[in-house]
C-alpha cells in the first residue's frame, strides 16, 4: 500500500436515536479503488456523504491528504462525485456540464475547451458535446457524470452506485471503463456498491459493511476466500451451509447427513451440530485429485446457464449448489439421477458467529 | 360514436357554451356603437383615451415589479423549504392558501391600518410609499399562483442531487441557485409570472381604496358612465389575461426535459 491517503476515524452518524454508521474507522493509499459493500441501510452511502461533506458526523474525522476535511463544505473539499441518478444538469449541454466545475474553479474559456475535449475523449463521446443530457442514453449520461467529476483533476472521485440504474449489459462494460480510467489518472476512489460482483470485479479492496459497522476489509480474493463471518460469507459470492453433526472433535470428523467427512478446520471444542461451510465451485462432480471427502447423493435441480451447468444435489436433509462446466461432448445430468460429488475437507469452514 | 362519448361532448359544449355565450354577447355589443352596423367604435374610443394608456401602462409596471419581487421571495423559500427544511412545506402550503381566503378588502384595509401616514411605516404617506405597498400587496395576493408554480416546477428536478453535485464541484449556493435551479425552472417561473401578470392588470379593490391609478380602477371607472367602451375593454382584457395564458402554455414547450432514457 502507497503512504496513507484517506483516512476515516470512528465515524459515527447518528439520526434521531438510531446510530446508521457506528465507529467506522479505516486507510487507504493513495491510487486506491476502495468499495463499501453491504446490504442496503448497512451505512455505506453515509460514509460515502460524510466523506463527500453532505452529512455532518456525529463523532469522528475524515482525513484526506494529511488535511482534515471533517468540518469543510462540500464545496471546500475539492472531491469529485458521481451520483446514482446521473445527477447532470439538464439545462447545459455534455460540454458545459463537464466544464462546470472548472467554470466554478475560474479556468479561462480556453483552457476549459481543450479540457472538456480531452474529457470526451477519455470517456469515448467525442463530439458530444453540444447534445443535452436527455438526447444520451443512461449509459452515456453516466460517462458524462464521470467526465464531470474527473474534470477538475478532484483529490478524490466518490462514486455512490453510479451503475445501479443501467441494464445489466451496460453495468458491466461501464464498470470496467470506470475501472481503467481510475488506474489510468491513478486517482483514489470510493465506490459504493451493494452489488459483491460489481465490488470484487473492480476494487482493490473492498470493506464490507452491516449495520453500520465493518465486517471484513481486505482484498477480494481475501473476502472471498476468507470470509470472517457468517455475514460477510453469505453476502459475498454464493455460499452452501452444511448442517453436520461432529462425532469426534478431537480427531476432528463429522458426519454429515450419516456421511463421514474431516474437517481440518474443526475447533477442538466442538460438539453437537454445526455448520459447514464452502463455496459451490471447490465441490467436483465424481473424484478429483486433492479432494478427500466423497458423498453421494441426487440431483434435485439442474440450471443451464450457457458454459456453466448449476447443480442443486439432496445429501438427505442438506442440499448443495455446485456449478460444473458444460461440455458439448456429453449430455446435462439429468434431476433425480445420483451423483457422487467430491471436496477437500480443508475448503470447508466452520462458521463462528 | 357510442353514448359514453356523445354524452361527454355535449356535457363540454354546454360547459364551453356557459364560458363562451357572454363572451361573445359582449364581444358583439362592443361592435355596436356605430347605429345600425358593426364597428369597432368603442375600441377606437379606448384607444384614443390618454387614460387608458397611462392606467395600463402604470398596472404593467406594478406587474412587473410584483413579478421580479415574487420570484425573489418565492424561489429561495420554496428552494430552502424542499431542500433543508421539508418539514415546514404544510406550512407554507397554508400560509399561501390565505391570500385565497382572506378578502383583497381585508388585506386592504390591515395595510392601510398598518402603513397609514401617521404609523411607523408611513407608506401612504407618499405615493411612491403607495406603489410600494400596492406592489407587496399584489406580491401577496398572487403568492399561491407563484407558490404553486415554482413548487411544480422544483418536483420535476431532483433538486436536492442536482444542489449536491454542484457543490461538490467548488459552486455556491448562490451559483448553483443561478446557474442551476433558476434555469431549469424557468418555465414554471414565467407561468407563475404571467399569472401575477394575469391578476395585476385586472385588479380594482386594493388599486382603488388606495387610490393608485391602476387599469382595474379605470375599467370600472369607465362601466359606470359609458355604454359600449366598457364591454370593449372587457375583451381587450380579456385578450390580455388569455394571452397571458396562452404563453404559459406556449413555454411549457420548452422546459428542459428531464427524464433520462435507461438503456
Known amino acids: 500500500m502507497a503512504s496513507e491517503f ?30 463499501l459493500l453491504g446490504p442496503s441501510g448497512c451505512g455505506k452511502t453515509t460514509i460515502l456523504r460524510m466523506i463527500a461533506g453532505f452529512e455532518n458526523p456525529s463523532a469522528g474525522s475524515i482525513v ?8 469543510l463544505k462540500p464545496n471546500q473539499r475539492q472531491l469529485g462525485m458521481v451520483f446514482q441518478a446521473y445527477a447532470l444538469f439538464p439545462n447545459l449541454t455534455v460540454g458545459d456540464n463537464i466544464g462546470f466545475g472548472l467554470k466554478i474553479a475560474g479556468l479561462p474559456a480556453e483552457q476549459r475547451r481543450v479540457r472538456i475535449a480531452d474529457m470526451l475523449k477519455l470517456i469515448g463521446l467525442s463530439g458530444y458535446e453540444k447534445r443535452y443530457p436527455y438526447e444520451l442514453s443512461g449509459g452515456q449520461q453516466q460517462r458524462v457524470a464521470l467526465a464531470r467529476a474527473i474534470a477538475p483533476s478532484p483529490r478524490m472521485l466518490l462514486l455512490d452506485e453510479p451503475l445501479s440504474a443501467l441494464d445489466a449489459k451496460i453495468r458491466v462494460s461501464l464498470r470496467e471503463e470506470i475501472r481503467a480510467i481510475q488506474l489510468d489518472l491513478g486517482i483514489t476512489t470510493v465506490f459504493v456498491t451493494h452489488d459483491q460482483e460489481e465490488a470484487l470485479s473492480i476494487s482493490d479492496r473492498i470493506v464490507v459493511m452491516n449495520a453500520g459497522s465493518i465486517e471484513q476489509l481486505g482484498a477480494p ?20 451451509n452444511i448442517d453436520a453433526i461432529v462425532t469426534d472433535a478431537a480427531a476432528k470428523t463429522v458426519t454429515i447427513d450419516g456421511q463421514a467427512a474431516r474437517v481440518p478446520a474443526l475447533p477442538a471444542d466442538a460438539k453437537g451440530p454445526v455448520t459447514l461451510t464452502l463455496r459451490p465451485e471447490v465441490l467436483a462432480v465424481g473424484a478429483r485429485d486433492g479432494n478427500d471427502i466423497t458423498l453421494a447423493g441426487t ?11 448449476r447443480l442443486r444435489v439432496s445429501l438427505g436433509r442438506n442440499m448443495v449448489s455446485l456449478d460444473t462446466f458444460n461440455d458439448q461432448r456429453t449430455v446435462p445430468p439429468a434431476r433425480g439421477e445420483p451423483i457422487t460429488i467430491s471436496l477437500a475437507g480443508k475448503d470447508l469452514l466452520v462458521l463462528q458467529g | 360514436m357510442n353514448n359514453n362519448r356523445l354524452w ?7 360547459g364551453a357554451a356557459y364560458f363562451i355565450v357572454p363572451l361573445l354577447a359582449t364581444f358583439e355589443f362592443s361592435l355596436r356603437m356605430r347605429r345600425g352596423e358593426y364597428s369597432f367604435d368603442a375600441y377606437a374610443s379606448v384607444f384614443a383615451d390618454p387614460r387608458f394608456a397611462a392606467s395600463f401602462g402604470y398596472s404593467v409596471l406594478i406587474g412587473l415589479c410584483t413579478i421580479v419581487v415574487g420570484v425573489l421571495v418565492v424561489v429561495p423559500a420554496v428552494y430552502f423549504v424542499r431542500l433543508r427544511m421539508p418539514w415546514l412545506k404544510p406550512f407554507m402550503e397554508f400560509i399561501t392558501l390565505l391570500p385565497l381566503v382572506i378578502p383583497a378588502l381585508v388585506l386592504v384595509y390591515g395595510y392601510i391600518r398598518l402603513y397609514n401616514s401617521s404609523s411607523l411605516i408611513p407608506l401612504t404617506g407618499s405615493a411612491l410609499g403607495t406603489d410600494i405597498l400596492l406592489t407587496g400587496a399584489y406580491v401577496t395576493l398572487a403568492l399561491p399562483y407563484m407558490y404553486r408554480a415554482v413548487d411544480n416546477g422544483m418536483r420535476t428536478i431532483d433538486i436536492g442531487t442536482l444542489t449536491e453535485a454542484a457543490q461538490i464541484m467548488g459552486a455556491s449556493q448562490w451559483q448553483i441557485i443561478v446557474q442551476i435551479i433558476l434555469p431549469n425552472i424557468l418555465v414554471a417561473i414565467l407561468s407563475g409570472a404571467f399569472l401575477t401578470f394575469a ?13 393608485r391609478p391602476a387599469f382595474g380602477p379605470y375599467l370600472v371607472g369607465i362601466g359606470t358612465n359609458r355604454a359600449y367602451e366598457p364591454a370593449a375593454l372587457a375583451i381587450i382584457s380579456f385578450i390580455i389575461t388569455w394571452g397571458a395564458m396562452g404563453m404559459i402554455n406556449l413555454l411549457g414547450r420548452f422546459a428542459p426535459r428531464t427524464s433520462p432514457r435507461t438503456d
Not at chain 1, 470470509?227 to 459470492?237: E, H, L, W
Not at chain 1, 440431483?299 to 451447468?309: P, Q, Y
Open chain 2, 199 to 211: 391578476i395585476v392588470i385586472g385588479e380594482f379593490t386594493i388599486a382603488s381604496l388606495l387610490n
Open chain 1, 299 to 309: 440431483i434435485a435441480d439442474v440450471t443451464f446457464l450457457g458454459s456453466v451447468i
Open chain 1, 6 to 35: 484517506l483516512r476515516v476515524q470512528n465515524l459515527t452518524k447518528t439520526f434521531g436515536t438510531t446510530t446508521v454508521v457506528k465507529g467506522v474507522s479505516f486507510a487507504f493509499g493513495k491510487g486506491e479503488f476502495i468499495s
Open chain 2, 8 to 14: 361527454a361532448w355535449l356535457i363540454f359544449a354546454l
Open chain 1, 221 to 240: 480474493h481475501e473476502i472471498y476466500n476468507k470470509p470472517a463471518s457468517r455475514f460477510v460469507a453469505s453476502f459475498v459470492g454464493q455460499l452452501n
Open chain 1, 64 to 71: 484526506v491528504d494529511g488535511q482534515d476535511i471533517t468540518s
